[in-house]
T-cell receptor, first 114, second 113 residues
């Protein structure tokens, strides 16, 4: 266990559904991240939050909407997704976003869009 | 453009044998290089982190090397075990105030009995 949990672990949704992914870190970290991992591609950084403020949005389509209500929780709200959005969505946390900071990853949510 | 390339893409070896995975990068300004192990269906777990001044680091049967001049790193696994079957991802960090990570696509390692 890395101290970062994600729910659900698996999700199948239709293109017209709305769902949310949840991430919680028990490490007392100040920074949290959402990544997308598709087959045979490097991890793609989607969003970065530092002390509950979004500091980075890597040109992610608006059908993905993050929310960080406090430094321990991070959500990714999904609506009107496309089949190409099917992937493993990983949450990570680190002590800070500046400097040499180890990132701790959650187990991921395997998302399938039908 | 910052890039990290790993080779081979996949590797199959017998249990008990050694193997070496390669990572070449073009990332600047370089801050550190990390190797992660990712089991199927799980998130990546850190094995080693090396900064510019470190050229070798061990974590049990895993030994990472770094040549900052040639911008190459390797991960050597000794006496492989079935539990070593996983993807190994090389990640290079650049720091522009905030840290930016560039991920490789990983090497898929399969250990067979």
């Amino acid at each position: 266990e890395t101290g970062v949990t994600q729910t659900p672990r698996h999700l199948v949704m239709g293109m017209t559904n709305k769902k949310s992914l949840k991430c919680e870190q028990h490490l007392g970290h100040n920074a949290m991240y959402w990544y997308k991992q598709s087959a045979k591609k490097p991890l793609e950084l989607m969003f970065v939050y530092s002390l509950e403020e979004r500091v980075e949005n890597n040109s992610v389509p608006s059908r993905f909407s993050p929310e960080c209500p406090n430094s321990s929780h991070l959500f990714l709200h999904l609506h009107t997704l496309q089949p190409e959005d099917s992937a493993l969505y990983l949450c990570a946390s680190s002590q800070e976003i500046a400097g040499v900071g180890e990132q701790y990853f959650g187990p991921g949510t395997r998302l399938t869009v039908t | 453009k910052n890039q990290v390339e790993q080779s081979p893409q996949s590797l199959i070896i017998l249990e008990g044998k050694n193997c070496t995975l390669q990572c070449n990068y073009t990332v600047s300004p370089f801050s550190n290089l990390r190797w992660y192990k990712q089991d199927t269906g799980r998130g990546p777990v850190s094995l080693t982190i090396m900064t510019f001044s470190e050229n070798t680091k061990s974590n049990g049967r895993y030994t990472a090397t770094l040549d900052a001049d040639t911008k190459q790193s390797s991960l050597h696994i000794t006496a492989s075990q079935l539990s070593d079957s996983a993807s190994y991802i090389c990640v290079v960090s650049a720091v522009f105030g905030n840290e930016k990570l560039t991920f490789g696509t990983g090497t898929r390692l399969t250990i067979i009995p």
